[in-house]
C-alpha cells in the first residue's frame, strides 16, 4: 500500500483545497516559520481519526477549521482526505484506490467518509489497524513532540508500542468480543427475566390444561362408549330388523291366501244358498269386525308414534316405564292358562285368541308408556293418547261383541243348513285362520313399532355424539366388537341399557368440568410453552455464545501477550543498535511493568467520536525504558538533555519502524535539535527506512532535505492562508533559511 496524495480544505491555515501528491519514498516538506507546514502532519491526525485536540493544538472542533481573514471570509467547515493505492489489498477493501476523508462543521460534529460513503470512525480506526496504521499516531512524530515517547506514560507508551507492531486489530477484536460478551450477559439477564415472568402464566396454564386433559379423557372415554354402543345398536336393529321382516313374509302370504280363498268360498256358498239373509248377515258381521280390527291397528300405531314422540321429549336414553315383577310374572302366567285350556271348537278358539290379544296389548303398553313431562306439546299428546285409547276399548267392546254375534249366528246357520256345512266349515276354519294371522301380524307390526322408535333413538344419540366428542364418530360401523355381529345381536337388551346409563353419567361428568373443547387454553398453552422453549434455547445459545467469547477473549489475550512479548524482544535489539549508532555505546531497553491506572487528563478534551475506554481495574500493564549513555552514570530518562532526548526517541521510534514498518511515517522537524554529525546520521536513518516505509519530513535541515525525492514549500501570504509552492531543490534551501 502506497499513500498517493492528501487534500486539505479548509483546515486551519489552508482556506483553500490544496493537493499534495506523494509520488517519491521521502517527500520533504518546508518552509518558514509561521508558514503552517505543521498543520499537514496535524491534517494527517485528523483523517485517520485523532481524537485529543491537545494533540491538534486546539480546544474545540471549529479550530481546526479556516477562521477567517481581511482578505478571505471564514470556512463552514474543514476536511482532509487522504488517497492511497491499495493494489496490494493492505486494506480489506476491494478497490485499487481507497479515499479516507474527515470533515468537521463549526457546530463539532464530524463525519467519516471511506471512499465517499458515510461511516463511522470505528469503521475507519479498524480498516487502518489492519495495514498497521494505529489510532496513537506512533507513525506520526509531530514538531515539539519528538520524545513523546519517552515522555508519555506507560499506558500510552504500551499503546503506540502496540499500533507499532500491529496488534491493533486484536485489540480490537478484543474490545469487541469483551462488548458482545457484555451484551451476551445483558440478553441472558433479559430473557432470564422473561423467563421468570411467563412462569406463573405458563403454571397457570399447565393446571388448565391438564383439566384439559381431563376433560378429554373422558371424552376419549365417551367416544369409545359412544362406538360401542352405537355400533351394538345398529347390529341389534339390522338382525332384529332381518328377523322381523322374515317372520312377517310367511304370514302375509298365508293371509293373502286365505283372503282370496275366502272370497271363492263365499261365492260359492252365495251360489248354493241363493243370497241367504244370515249368510249376508254373518258377512257383513265380519266385515265389521274386519274394519273395527282394522281400526284397532291403526290406532295402536297411532298410539305408538304418540308415545315415541312423548319419548323425544325427555332425555336420548328413553326412560322406560317399569312394573313390578310380580305383575310381570302374573301376566305370564294368564298367558300361559289361556294357552293351556283346549280349544272346544271354533267360537271357544276365536274368544280365547281375542281375549290374548287385549291383554298382550294392555301389558305392552303399560311396558312402553314413558313417563310424561309437564308442558303444552305433551299435553296434548297426552289428551289425544287418552281418546284413542278409550276408542280403542270401545273397539276391543265391538269386536267382542261381533265375535260373539259371529258365533251365535255360525251357530243358528249351522243348525239350519246342514246342506252347505262342509263349505261353512272350510269357510269358517280359513276365517279363523286368517284371524290367528291378522293377530299375529298385530304382534309383528308392534314390534316394527318398537323397532322404527329405537331406529330414530339411534339417530338421536349419533347427533348428540357428534356435538359431544366430533365427527369422527359417524365411523361407528367400522367399530371392532369382542363378538361376532350374530352373537352382539342375540345379546340381552339389558345390558344395553346399562351402556347407555354409563354414557349418561360420562355426560354429566364432562359437563360438570366446564372446560368444552377450549381450544383457546390449549392454543395459547401451546404458543406460551413454545415462547418458553424458545427462551430457554435463545438461553442456552448465548450461554455457548458467551463461553465461546471468553474462550475467544482468551485466545486473543495470549496472543497479544505473546505477540506483544516477541515485539518488544524485536524494538529492544533495534532499539539498543540504533541507541549505539546515535551515542557512539551505550545501552537502552524497553520493560513490561504494571502500575496503578491512570485517568484522562482533563485538558485533552475529545471531540467526535470517542474512542472506547478500557474498564477500571487497580492496576494496568505497561511500558517503562531505560538507558545508559556512555561515560555517563543516569538514574532515568528525565536526567537526559534535550538533544539527547531526541536522539533517544528518534532511536526508538526508528527501532519501532524496523520491526514492523507502517506504510507511512511522518516526521515533523524531529531532527530540529541534532548537530551536523548527527543529521548525517539521520539521513542515513531516514534513508534506510525509506526502503521499508513512505516518509513525508516536514524540515529545515538541509541534510534532510537532500535526501527528499520531491520538496514542498509552503508559504503565508497577506490574506494569512498558506499556499502550496512548487519549488526547486537550492530555492527550497533558500526558503529554509
Keep these: ?47 485517520l481519526g485523532e481524537q485529543s485536540m491537545k494533540s491538534m493544538r486546539g480546544k474545540r472542533g471549529e479550530d481546526l477549521i479556516w477562521n477567517g481573514s481581511a482578505q478571505v471570509p471564514r470556512g463552514g467547515r474543514a476536511s482532509v482526505k487522504l488517497v492511497f493505492d491499495n493494489r496490494d489489498r493492505s486494506l480489506s477493501l476491494d478497490f485499487d484506490e481507497v479515499s479516507i476523508e474527515r470533515v468537521v462543521h463549526r457546530d463539532g460534529g464530524n463525519d467519516y467518509l471511506l471512499n465517499g460513503s458515510s461511516v463511522r470512525l470505528r469503521d475507519i480506526a479498524e480498516l487502518l489497524a489492519g495495514a498497521n496504521i494505529g489510532a496513537s499516531g506512533h507513525h506520526i512524530i509531530s514538531q515539539g513532540e519528538a520524545d513523546r515517547i519517552l515522555s508519555a506514560g506507560v499506558r ?35 430473557v432470564e427475566a422473561l423467563r421468570r415472568e ?28 359412544y362406538l360401542e354402543y352405537l355400533k351394538r345398536e345398529s347390529v341389534y336393529l339390522k338382525f332384529a330388523e332381518a328377523t322381523l321382516g322374515g317372520e312377517q313374509e310367511a304370514p302375509e302370504g298365508e293371509h293373502k291366501e286365505l283372503d282370496a280363498r275366502i272370497v271363492h268360498l263365499r261365492e260359492e256358498l252365495g251360489r248354493k244358498r241363493g ?57 305370564g302366567e294368564k298367558v300361559l292358562s289361556e294357552l293351556e285350556l283346549p280349544f272346544n271348537d271354533t267360537n271357544n278358539f276365536q274368544q280365547r ?40 276399548r270401545g273397539l276391543e267392546a265391538a269386536e267382542l261383541q261381533a265375535v260373539s254375534a259371529i258365533a251365535a249366528l255360525r251357530l243358528a246357520i249351522e243348525s239350519e243348513k246342514d246342506a252347505s256345512r262342509d263349505a261353512e266349515r272350510e269357510l269358517f276354519a280359513a276365517m279363523a285362520r286368517r284371524s290367528e294371522l291378522e293377530s299375529r301380524l298385530s304382534q309383528l307390526r308392534a314390534r316394527a313399532e318398537l323397532l322404527n322408535r329405537d331406529r330414530e333413538s339411534l339417530v338421536r344419540n349419533l347427533a348428540e355424539a357428534a356435538a359431544l366428542v366430533g365427527r369422527e364418530i359417524a365411523d361407528y360401523e367400522s367399530h371392532p366388537l369382542e363378538e361376532t355381529n350374530a352373537e352382539a345381536a342375540e345379546e340381552d337388551r339389558a345390558r344395553q341399557a346399562e351402556r347407555a346409563r354409563r354414557i349418561e353419567r360420562l355426560k354429566i361428568k364432562l359437563e360438570e368440568s366446564g372446560l368444552g373443547s377450549s381450544s383457546d387454553v390449549l392454543r395459547e398453552h401451546q404458543e406460551t410453552t413454545e415462547r418458553d422453549a ?67 487528563g482533563a485538558s485533552e478534551e475529545p471531540f467526535g467520536e470517542e474512542e472506547p475506554q478500557d474498564g477500571d481495574s487497580e492496576t494496568e500493564q ?74 513525508i519530513v516536514i524540515t529545515h535541515n538541509r541534510e534532510t532535505m537532500s535526501r527528499a525525492g520531491i520538496l514542498y514549500g509552503i508559504t503565508m501570504g497577506s490574506d494569512g492562508a498558506s499556499k502550496l509552492l512548487s519549488v526547486k531543490f537550492e530555492e527550497a534551501v533558500a526558503v529554509a533559511k
Design 1 to 47: 500500500m502506497r499513500l498517493k496524495s492528501v487534500e486539505l480544505s479548509g483546515f486551519k491555515s489552508f482556506a483553500k483545497k490544496t493537493p499534495l501528491s506523494f509520488e517519491s519514498s521521502i517527500t520533504a516538506v518546508v518552509g518558514p516559520n509561521g508558514s503552517g507546514k505543521s498543520n499537514i502532519a496535524e491534517s494527517f491526525r485528523f483523517a
Design 156 to 190: 500510552e507508551r504500551r499503546e503506540m508500542i502496540e499500533d507499532a507492531l500491529g496488534l491493533t486489530a486484536f485489540l480490537y477484536k478484543r474490545e469487541e468480543a469483551e462488548r458482545k460478551l457484555q451484551k451476551s450477559a445483558d440478553n441472558m439477564k433479559e
Design 198 to 225: 411467563l412462569a406463573p402464566h405458563l403454571k397457570f396454564l399447565n393446571s388448565q390444561v391438564k383439566k384439559i386433559e381431563e376433560a378429554q379423557s373422558l371424552r376419549e372415554e365417551l367416544k369409545d362408549r
Design 275 to 331: 243370497g241367504d239373509h244370515e249368510t249376508q248377515e254373518l258377512i257383513r258381521l265380519e266385515q265389521e269386525g274386519r274394519t273395527a280390527a282394522h281400526r284397532r291397528q291403526e290406532i295402536m300405531r297411532e298410539l305408538g308414534r304418540i308415545e315415541g314422540s312423548i319419548a323425544a321429549h325427555e332425555a336420548y336414553v328413553p326412560q322406560e316405564g317399569t312394573i313390578p315383577v310380580a305383575e310381570a310374572r302374573q301376566f
Design 353 to 392: 285368541v281375542q281375549a290374548l290379544i287385549i291383554l298382550t296389548a294392555d301389558f305392552l303398553r303399560r311396558i312402553t308408556q314413558g313417563s310424561e313431562r309437564k308442558g303444552e306439546s305433551v299435553t296434548e299428546l297426552a289428551s289425544k293418547k287418552d281418546s284413542l285409547e278409550a276408542e280403542l
Design 534 to 600: 424458545f427462551l430457554g434455547r435463545e438461553l442456552a445459545d448465548l450461554e455457548a455464545s458467551r463461553v465461546s467469547l471468553m474462550h475467544l477473549i482468551e485466545e486473543l489475550t495470549k496472543t497479544l501477550e505473546v505477540r506483544f512479548g516477541e515485539g518488544i524482544e524485536k524494538i529492544n535489539k533495534e532499539f539498543d543498535a540504533f541507541f549505539k549508532l546515535m551515542f557512539g555505546g551505550g545501552a537502552a531497553s524497553l520493560q513490561i511493568v504494571r502500575e496503578k491506572k491512570a485517568r484522562r
Design 622 to 695: 505497561g511500558i517503562d525504558l531505560t538507558v545508559s549513555l556512555p561515560h555517563k552514570r543516569l538514574k532515568g530518562i528525565h536526567m537526559l538533555s534535550g538533544g539527547e532526548r531526541a536522539l533517544t526517541s528518534i532511536a526508538l521510534i526508528f527501532a519501532m519502524s524496523q520491526v514492523n514498518p507502517p506504510p507511512f511515517l511522518i516526521l515533523d522537524e524531529t531532527e530540529a535539535a541534532l548537530d551536523e554529525a548527527n543529521s548525517r546520521r539521520y539521513g542515513d536513518m531516514i534513508e534506510t527506512l525509506s526502503k521499508r516505509s513512505q516518509l
